[in-house]
Each structure stands twice: as C-alpha cells, then as structure tokens.
C-alpha cells in the first residue's frame, strides 16, 4: 500500500469491532486519529510507534490489550487517550506489563530411581557430571543474591547519609550549594537549580521541608506548593509539580519556565527559579503574606471583611496583570480565587500564570477540564477542540472573578438538590433591578452605586457564552478607570446604562 495523504481520522462512537489493521502505520502523514468509544480489541501494531507526524491517538473506551508501542508520539501519549482498556499496559501510562516467563526445568535426581519403568536410566558418570552442574547453578544464583542483598544494604546505606544531610542540624541539602543571578548548578545525583534573583546567591531550604506537611500551604490542579526559606531569612514558596508524566522534556520545560521567569508585573507572583530532575519539577516563587482571595471571600469570616474600595482595587489589579501578560503572549488558562494573592496591603497578585504552558498541549483540554469544570471558571469553548483557545477565556474567568468578589459568593454553589450558578443569578438580578440584593452582606451597604453597577455589567459582558462579545482586557483597565468614582464623591448616583 502506497503513503496517504490522510492526516486526520474521527471514526469515535461507530459501534466498530476487530484489531487495528497493521497496514495502519502506512498513513504516514496521520496527525489526529479518534478511535474512542468503539468495541475494538486485540492489540496495537507496534508500528504506530514509528508514524513521525502523529500528535493524537485516541483509542479510549475501547477493549485493547497487550503492550502500547514505543516511540515518537507513544512515549508521552495522554492517560486519557488510552483510559477504559483494562488489559493494556506500557511504560507511558504507568501501567507495566506482565512479562510471560516459561516455567522452569526442575530436576530431579531420584527420578531414575523412583519410576525406572518410565526413565532410563543414567550412567552413574553422567548423573555425577549433572550434580556438578546443578552445584554450579547453585553457587551463581548464591552469589547473585549476595550481590542484590549488598547493593539493597548499600543504597539504604547511602539514602539514610543523604537524609541525615538535609536535616537542619546537618545544614546540606541538595539546593544549598551557591547560585548567583541566572546562576545554574547541576549535579548528576540532585538535578540542576537555577535562579533567576540577584541577591540570594544561597538557598538553605531543607528538603524535609518539601515534604513535611507542617510547611505546605495549600495544594492546587499542578501540584502542594510549600513555604521554605532563604540564606538571608526571606520566604519563598515553593510549588512542586505532581504532573511529572506530562511535563515536556528539560529542554522545552526550561525554555518555558525562563519566559515566565522575565514577565514582571507588580500584580503578578514573582517566579524567582526552579529545579529540575526527569521525576522532579519545583518552581520557586516570592512569598505572598496575606493570603488567598478565596479564603478572604469565603473562610475568613470572623476577620475583617474586604470594603468595595479594595475589591475595587482588586478586580482592576488583576485586570491589569492580565492585560501585560496578553500583551507579552501569555494566557494564564487558570483563574480563579484561590489563584489570586494578597499582600500585606491587600493588592492583588495573579498565581499560576501560564503552567499550562509546561504541559503538551494536547492535555491541556484534559486538565483545564479537571480543575476548573466544577469550579465554573471555565470559559464555554474550553470544552470544544475545535475552537482556537484564546485570551478571550481568561476573559471569562475574569469575569466570573468580579462576580465573585462584589457578591461574596462561589461560582457554582451545590445545594442539596439543585446547583446554583453564579452568572445566572447575578443576571437575574439585573434583570429585575434588584442589584442590592446581590452584593455581598458583610459589605452592610457601604458601596457606591454608580461602581458596583457597571463592575457587575462588566462582569456579566465578559462572561458571554459567545467569545467574540467578550471585550480584550486592555479594554477592560480603560473601562474601570472610567468607572472608578473621583475620591469624595457621593456613595450613592444614578446607575450607569
């Protein structure tokens, strides 16, 4: 069969059965190929592997065994794309294949004796020379597990030296060696740190820190972050990915991570350097002391509650931050309160921008879905593949973010038997003109009118199903610089059309 064209293959929800034909890898130039919820079994060609433009291969709900192929495509395909195949197995979905092994050849030197009907029987030379054979196999698989056994001794040897050296007390760690701006150290058995500041030239964070749940504060769709220190006793938190199978290669991670490390904004979180191993990813960020927005909207109650004036303030430095990373080519894909960061003062600042980034881009539909779907954040066409995600998304959480911040309420409540929608409350609301009703209560009415009617407008336009009606976010800082009242004008005005 000659090379075909074909680049793309949507055969999902076709009721079809039998093996995947092998003369399949002569489609050389397939890219897209959707085979999922099918009743297809056997096992895959392993020449799939060797198909050079693939980019996706869905194949889940189905009933393939046996092992994925290797190669190309293969080695960082999706969990997602395979999900729903019980009996298949392969390094790239962590799922390891049972190996069939032929059952061992046992002898026995007293079968001449006990049956000598069915078994000749064997010079006394030749059953000499076997003894000897069987003494020799013996005294191998001896010493093999000899040699295991010490090695196991050994490495349990070597790893508890290497905790006793990232204790406090010991004062080393694996990061504590000196590293200057855009310093980098690498080393075979920690991996390679690199930071981006120009002050710091030492990082004393003990590594039992990373993994002591006393210093995690708080745990997100990429992975716990956790608090540690500086030589000079500054903060720092410290986010360690646990998307390690989907994380690109060093190289491309790298290149990634050093683009984000050179976005500054003061309403963004600072990236201030990483570390890298193949299982080990950390992202080393400034320390952000006042919190979340979400624990300030929805758990710190008893405190003291944020007035308009900083949720004003909030909603436009964030809006901020978003436009400079639009206008740098970022798209943050993650917003939502508890993303957001405030400082001592109460100003905002934007986390987790641009780690979708850091994944191949086929998955990011599957994690986008994971940690936003539930929350109701995310933008509409996040759940169509065929639409071009754009700025226009972070536009819509954007938007579910100013609702949530003027009404104190979560984006999707649950109640017992119904499920209440922000959006769809607060658009009520105005449709009856009965906006008061809508605002958060521990603001006791000391709000002004003539903002909080167009911040919830605003909210509500950016959240339109249709991403063409959403304004850009360079619109929207020019928008609430309009809105913002002049200082000493009345609390209460005319609404705004």
């Given at each position: 069969?000659?090379?075909?064209?074909?680049?793309?293959?949507?055969?999902?929800?076709?009721?079809?059965?039998?093996?995947?034909?092998?003369?399949?890898?002569?489609?050389?130039?397939?890219?897209?190929?959707?085979?999922?919820?099918?009743?297809?079994?056997?096992?895959?060609?392993?020449?799939?592997?060797?198909?050079?433009?693939?980019?996706?291969?869905?194949?889940?709900?189905?009933?393939?065994?046996?092992?994925?192929?290797?190669?190309?495509?293969?080695?960082?395909?999706?969990?997602?794309?395979?999900?729903?195949?019980?009996?298949?197995?392969?390094?790239?979905?962590?799922?390891?294949?049972?190996?069939?092994?032929?059952?061992?050849?046992?002898?026995?030197?007293?079968?001449?004796?006990?049956?000598?009907?069915?078994?000749?029987?064997?010079?006394?030379?030749?059953?000499?020379?076997?003894?000897?054979?069987?003494?020799?196999?013996?005294?191998?698989?001896?010493?093999?597990?000899?040699?295991?056994?010490?090695?196991?001794?050994?490495?349990?040897f070597f790893n508890h030296r290497f905790q006793a050296?990232?204790?406090?007390?010991?004062?080393?760690?694996?990061?504590?060696?000196?590293?200057?701006?855009?310093?980098?150290?690498?080393?075979?058995?920690?991996?390679?740190?690199?930071?981006?500041?120009?002050?710091?030239?030492?990082?004393?964070?003990?590594?039992?820190?990373?993994?002591?749940?006393?210093?995690?504060?708080?745990?997100?769709?990429?992975?716990?972050?956790?608090?540690?220190?500086?030589?000079?006793?500054?903060?720092?938190?410290?986010?360690?990915?646990?998307?390690?199978?989907?994380?690109?290669?060093?190289?491309?991670?790298?290149?990634?991570?050093?683009?984000?490390?050179?976005?500054?904004?003061?309403?963004?979180v600072r990236l201030e350097g990483y570390y890298w191993?193949?299982?080990?990813?950390?992202?080393?960020?400034?320390?952000?002391?006042?919190?979340?927005?979400?624990?300030?909207?929805?758990?710190?109650?008893?405190?003291?509650?944020?007035?308009?004036?900083?949720?004003?303030?909030?909603?436009?430095?964030?809006?901020?931050?978003?436009?400079?990373?639009?206008?740098?080519?970022?798209?943050?894909?993650?917003?939502?309160?508890?993303?957001?960061?405030?400082?001592?003062?109460r100003d905002p600042k934007v986390g987790d921008c641009?780690?979708?980034?850091?994944?191949?881009?086929?998955?990011?539909?599957?994690?986008?879905?994971?940690?936003?779907?539930?929350?109701?954040?995310?933008?509409?066409?996040?759940?169509?593949?065929?639409?071009?995600?754009?700025?226009?998304?972070?536009?819509?959480?954007?938007?579910?973010?100013?609702?949530?911040?003027?009404?104190?309420?979560?984006?999707?409540?649950?109640?017992?038997?119904?499920?209440?929608?922000?959006?769809?409350?607060?658009?009520?609301?105005?449709?009856?003109?009965?906006?008061?009703?809508?605002?958060?209560?521990?603001?006791?009415?000391?709000?002004?009118?003539?903002?909080?009617?167009?911040?919830?407008?605003?909210?509500?336009?950016?959240?339109?199903?249709?991403?063409?009606?959403?304004?850009?976010?360079?619109?929207?800082?020019?928008?609430?610089?309009?809105?913002?009242?002049?200082?000493?004008?009345?609390?209460?005005?005319?609404?705004?059309?």
């Amino acid at each position: 069969m000659s090379h075909l064209d074909f680049t793309c293959r949507d055969l999902s929800q076709n009721n079809l059965t039998d093996p995947i034909p092998s003369t399949m890898d002569n489609l050389s130039n397939l890219k897209y190929v959707d085979l999922s919820l099918n009743k297809l079994d056997g096992k895959l060609p392993k020449q799939l592997g060797d198909l050079p433009h693939l980019l996706s291969f869905n194949i889940s709900h189905n009933h393939f065994s046996g092992e994925l192929p290797i190669g190309n495509y293969f080695n960082t395909i999706s969990p997602s794309s395979v999900s729903d195949n019980l009996d298949l197995c392969g390094a790239a979905i962590n799922h390891s294949c049972h190996s069939v092994l032929p059952k061992p050849i046992v002898l026995n030197p007293n079968s001449s004796s006990s049956n000598p009907s069915s078994t000749p029987s064997l010079p006394t030379d030749e059953i000499h020379h076997k003894k000897i054979i069987l003494s020799i196999s013996t005294l191998i698989a001896i010493a093999a597990a000899a040699i295991i056994a010490l090695g196991v001794i050994t490495i349990c040897f070597f790893n508890h030296r290497f905790q006793a050296s990232a204790s406090p007390s010991a004062g080393a760690h694996p990061l504590s060696d000196d590293f200057h701006s855009q310093s980098q150290t690498t080393d075979a058995n920690f991996g390679k740190l690199v930071m981006f500041s120009g002050y710091d030239p030492e990082f004393s964070a003990a590594a039992h820190a990373l993994l002591n749940k006393d210093c995690e504060l708080g745990r997100g769709g990429f992975g716990a972050v956790y608090k540690a220190m500086l030589q000079d006793s500054r903060p720092v938190a410290i986010k360690k990915l646990t998307i390690s199978s989907l994380v690109k290669s060093q190289e491309e991670f790298e290149r990634e991570v050093k683009k984000l490390g050179r976005i500054q904004h003061p309403n963004l979180v600072r990236l201030e350097g990483y570390y890298w191993t193949p299982a080990l990813q950390l992202l080393i960020y400034e320390y952000v002391t006042g919190g979340s927005l979400y624990n300030h909207l929805h758990e710190n109650l008893e405190s003291s509650p944020l007035s308009w004036q900083e949720r004003f303030d909030v909603i436009f430095g964030i809006s901020k931050s978003l436009a400079y990373l639009h206008r740098h080519g970022v798209i943050h894909y993650n917003l939502k309160s508890s993303n957001i960061l405030l400082d001592s003062s109460r100003d905002p600042k934007v986390g987790d921008c641009g780690l979708a980034k850091l994944l191949p881009m086929l998955d990011r539909y599957v994690l986008s879905s994971k940690m936003q779907r539930a929350l109701g954040y995310m933008a509409p066409e996040f759940a169509c593949r065929t639409v071009k995600i754009t700025e226009k998304c972070d536009l819509y959480g954007f938007g579910v973010l100013v609702l949530e911040i003027v009404t104190g309420r979560k984006p999707v409540e649950y109640m017992e038997d119904d499920v209440v929608v922000l959006c769809d409350i607060v658009r009520g609301a105005m449709d009856e003109d009965s906006v008061e009703e809508c605002m958060d209560g521990r603001l006791c009415g000391k709000f002004p009118k003539e903002e909080t009617v167009p911040v919830i407008k605003l909210g509500l336009i950016c959240t339109s199903h249709v991403p063409s009606s959403r304004p850009d976010m360079a619109e929207v800082v020019n928008i609430l610089e309009l809105i913002r009242c002049p200082q000493g004008s009345s609390s209460q005005g005319e609404e705004l059309s």
